[in-house]
């Protein structure tokens, strides 16, 4: 282990202690985090308009304070991307994390304070490392790179003292030294926004590397190793990078990709780190190896509020505390920030797996769902019965996406499934037929409805060209970390334009 590797691993591990602190007092933390967020902004125009000087409790914020969407907090970032100041947030903001959240056409511009930067996003990518250290004390992470996938950013168009782009180029543009020191590529490479070029340039800048780590979106990351290997003439990833040791992951769900990854890099005790951010914040790392539940973190300038799944459908729904979360129960949540975000709906679904300490597994997004007749299909549904069919037909999945077939006067209703796969089922009918087992198997409602083919009938699953889902994305003007296929849907806008764009593509 070389000198700089065993330091910054030293250093790493001291964080430990703080981690440990918000394990054994979690709603200590809150209390604190909470009561600095609504002391540092009191006389922020939005904290005088709810009086936040006046709020002593909890309670009190979530009564005084409707929980906000996007659109409902937009007002007060537009005014602030147009160069108003002590808005949301006391001091200046600079930067502003352009998100779709999905493919859909509008964007979100989340602003990023110094605060969430400092606090919030560099904190977790230290967390990171310190709790792969502590699980890895032979690390030698530190002797190479860490090659990381990032976006773009460009001057704001409507004041030019601010800026606009991908939360991954964001945080590249602002990293201290100590990170940037164990980056790959350089930043003009990492922030091009040409996306065919990017990857074309990564691989030419770090074939020849010691790349140690990677971290980033899979879909743009495998996309990464497999130019590395066509420009090497390679097999296998440890061909060119016989010292990688861990992939740091986020964005979407791994498990569809982890297969491939795993075959493609031909590296045994290859580690993957799962983590949750997103351009609003950063909250949740893995801390167990052998384990994909995530530990919420605590102390990163976020405080945390809970809708139970009975009250998601409601104009004004109902929060509980994080004290008041249970296991195995569905939540939507909520979160004031240090970025300016008050009671916000960021949209994604989570389930607690453990109190003690605070785990959880994410489950989807508020409105990715499929729910034509009843059923409550959820992303994690999705996921569990897509790893059972392909583990069953040795198949391998790129992309896929799923919508209802609507019933009709002739017709029962169904659910189609258009799927890129890396390696095909061996039958794609016993694909389905498993596909749709499993799904009976984790949802009682979608089991009902498949009763006696009562008012769904077995799925359709259609296999899509190669590159279909990737050609979409250009199209559209997607390509980019940010944005991701929508897996499931009420409506066929998606799926037809899918399919659609698959008959224009040779099937491989």
């Known amino acids: 282990m070389g000198v700089i590797n065993s330091i910054l691993s030293w250093w790493m591990k001291k964080r430990m202690h703080q981690i440990e602190l918000f394990v054994k007092y979690p709603i200590d933390v809150q209390q604190d985090v909470f009561m600095n967020l609504i002391d540092n902004a009191a006389q922020t125009e939005f904290g005088k308009h709810y009086d936040f000087q006046s709020i002593t409790s909890i309670e009190e914020f979530a009564n005084r304070i409707p929980v906000q969407t996007y659109e409902q907090l937009y007002p007060w970032i537009e005014r602030s991307m147009l160069g108003e100041t002590n808005l949301l947030w006391p001091t200046s903001v600079k930067w502003f994390a352009k998100s779709s959240g999905t493919t859909n056409a509008k964007s979100k511009y989340i602003p990023i304070t110094e605060e969430s930067l400092d606090q919030c996003h560099f904190k977790a990518g230290k967390d990171m490392l310190s709790v792969y250290c502590l699980a890895n004390p032979d690390t030698n992470i530190f002797d190479g790179k860490c090659l990381t996938m990032g976006g773009s950013y460009q001057p704001n168009s409507l004041n030019t003292s601010s800026y606009l782009g991908d939360l991954s180029a964001v945080v590249m543009q602002n990293l201290p030294f100590w990170a940037e020191i164990h980056r790959t590529p350089d930043l003009e490479v990492a922030l091009l926004?040409?996306?065919?070029?990017?990857?074309?340039?990564?691989?030419?800048?770090?074939?020849?590397?010691?790349?140690?780590?990677?971290?980033?979106?899979?879909t743009w990351t495998l996309l990464v190793l497999q130019r590395l290997l066509e420009k090497t003439g390679k097999k296998t990833v440890n061909e060119v990078w016989p010292n990688l040791e861990v992939y740091f992951h986020g964005g979407i769900n791994f498990k569809p990709y982890h297969e491939e990854f795993k075959s493609i890099l031909n590296l045994p005790n290859m580690h993957f780190f799962e983590s949750y951010n997103a351009s609003e914040g950063f909250f949740g790392v893995q801390d167990q190896i052998h384990s994909k539940e995530m530990l919420l973190m605590l102390?990163?300038?976020?405080?945390?509020?809970f809708i139970p799944r009975s009250e998601m459908h409601l104009d004004t729904p109902k929060t509980i505390t994080l004290a008041q979360v249970k296991t195995d129960e569905?939540?939507?949540?909520?979160i004031s920030t240090n970025g300016g975000l008050w009671r916000y709906l960021i949209g994604d679904t989570i389930k607690f797996t453990s109190t003690e300490p605070y785990r959880f597994i994410i489950i989807g997004r508020t409105k990715h769902y499929i729910n034509a007749f009843g059923e409550e299909l959820m992303i994690n549904n999705a996921d569990f019965a897509l790893e059972a069919a392909c583990l069953v037909t040795g198949a391998t999945i790129r992309d896929y996406t799923a919508a209802p077939v609507f019933l009709t006067t002739n017709s029962k209703g169904c659910h189609e499934w258009a799927i890129e796969f890396i390696t095909p089922p061996s039958c794609l009918t016993v694909f389905s037929e498993i596909l749709d087992a499993k799904l009976k198997e984790v949802n009682s409602d979608y089991e009902a409805k498949r009763q006696n083919n009562l008012a769904l009938t077995l799925p359709i699953v259609k296999s899509l060209p190669t590159g279909v889902f990737y050609q979409w994305l250009k199209k559209r003007d997607k390509l980019g970390g940010q944005h991701k296929i929508p897996r499931l849907a009420n409506d066929r806008k998606f799926i037809e334009e899918i399919l659609a764009l698959s008959k224009e593509l040779p099937l491989t």
């Open 193 to 218: 926004d040409k996306w065919e070029e990017k990857i074309d340039r990564i691989v030419e800048q770090t074939m020849h590397q010691n790349v140690t780590s990677l971290a980033g979106v899979p």
């Open 299 to 305: 102390d990163y300038g976020i405080y945390y509020e």
């Open 330 to 334: 569905i939540y939507a949540m909520v």
